[in-house]
């Protein structure tokens, strides 16, 4: 089983659509992260939530809002998406010990 | 969290020891030193990481420096599938932590 699963894997959408990305992860961690990865490959953490409550947010725009139903379950919702917002995006969770397991990605295209 | 600096690339033979260098000279007391890579667009893999012993997995190992402003990956015998970005990050444990990727080494192992 995927430890951490994110879907879909690819989206392709228009200017000013609303699009969601979900996150799962099987591992019983308290803690999950957003990151972003752009065309340059720079990661960039986005959000973390901790047992449901936001604990990380990185001065995303207004029109993304992370939502956390349970703590296995984090995802992303983008509102009114522009160019600039494509990339892949990376869900993580973080164990006690420290080590980040990452999913496989989301590859964002806006057109 | 502190700031590493890596160098951008490297190459290394099949076969041999690839040994990649970082730097963290603002390291904190508390700041454990990780290593992550990615192979090519796929999620970040966790390898590695140390306070202040040096330490060894299946792996890799972690050389850190006796006054912890640098740190080595080695890979013993590196192969094709090595090929990735290598990523040093310097951060405090805990469910705050920002885990901040910067640029990494892109290892390209050779023939």
């Known amino acids: 089983d995927t430890a951490v699963s994110q879907t879909p894997k690819y989206l392709v959408t228009q200017m000013g659509n609303d699009k969601s990305i979900k996150c799962e992860q099987n591992l019983g961690h308290d803690t999950m992260y957003w990151y972003k990865q752009d065309s340059k490959k720079f990661l960039k953490i986005m959000f973390s939530?901790?047992?449901?409550?936001?604990?990380i947010n990185e001065t995303v725009p207004n029109r993304f809002s992370p939502k956390s139903p349970d703590k296995a379950h984090l995802n992303l919702h983008i509102n009114s998406l522009e160019l600039g917002d494509s990339a892949v995006y990376f869900c993580?969770?973080?164990?006690?010990?420290?080590?980040?397991?990452f999913g496989e990605g989301s590859r964002l295209t806006v057109l | 969290d502190a700031k590493t600096t890596q160098p951008t690339s490297m190459d290394c033979a099949e076969g041999r020891a690839a040994n990649l260098p970082c730097n963290h000279s603002t390291i904190s007391g508390n700041e454990y030193v990780y290593w992550y890579r990615q192979i090519h667009s796929q999620g970040p893999q966790y390898i590695i990481h140390g306070l202040k012993n040096n330490e060894t997995n299946e792996m890799a190992s972690l050389i850190i420096t006796e006054d912890r402003k640098s740190s080595t990956l080695i890979l013993p015998h590196a192969t094709l599938r090595d090929t990735a970005v290598y990523y040093c990050i310097v951060t405090s444990s805990g469910t705050a932590s920002k885990l901040t990727f910067g640029t990494g080494t892109r290892l390209q192992v050779t023939l």
């Open positions: 939530y901790n047992n449901k409550e936001l604990i």
């Open positions: 993580a969770s973080l164990p006690n010990t420290g080590e980040l397991f």
